[in-house]
């Protein structure tokens, strides 16, 4: 029988580059459950890219078509959920995911992220002088809110998707 855990949505929460996407979409096909998206579900409702909705609408028109997005899949359909790197840090997202879901935070050092996020331009927030001192920055506000996960999964540089969907698996058993 699956654990209880594995009843809920496994939402993936965690800092830009930290595998969210990959590792939540091969965990959902493993668990033979829908895999959701939140980042993705936004840019196909508003027709535009996430650099495209905050240059247009800004940061905080973003950040409350995500918690609208979040609330409506949660309630919606049982998956795994893909979260963007901000989601976790609103109150009103936590409790949300909270009441319905299991919240898994996959970890990674700040070069390990930042090795996986510099070639990539899709990162509004990262649109800076200095990227690296702000990715830097972020990581260091958010750790200690991301620790308040359900579950906490640590990638390296040479964990493969699989490696983690198994630990994944193991910390929700
Ligand atoms: C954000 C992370 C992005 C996306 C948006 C904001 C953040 O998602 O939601 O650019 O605040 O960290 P990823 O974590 O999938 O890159």
Known sequence: AQSPKLHKTVVMVGMMGAGKTAVGRALA????????????????????????????????????????VIRRLLEEERGVLSTGGGAFLAEENRRNISN?????????????LWN??????????????????????????????????DVSVVSDGSSTIEDMVDRVLEALR
Do not use: W
Not at 38 to 57: G, L, V, W
């Open 100 to 112: 319905f879901g299991v919240a898994v935070c996959l970890q990674a050092d700040l070069e390990v």
């Open 29 to 68: 096909q493993r668990l033979g459950v829908p895999f959701l998206d939140s980042d993705h579900e936004i840019e196909t409702a508003a027709n535009m890219s996430i650099p495209e909705i905050f240059e247009r609408h800004g940061e905080a028109f973003f950040r409350e078509k995500e918690r609208m």
């Open 116 to 149: 996986r996020v510099r070639h990539r331009d899709t990162r509004p927030l990262l649109r800076t002088a200095d990227p690296f001192a702000t990715l830097r920055d972020l990581y260091e506000k958010r750790v200690p809110l991301y620790q308040q996960a």
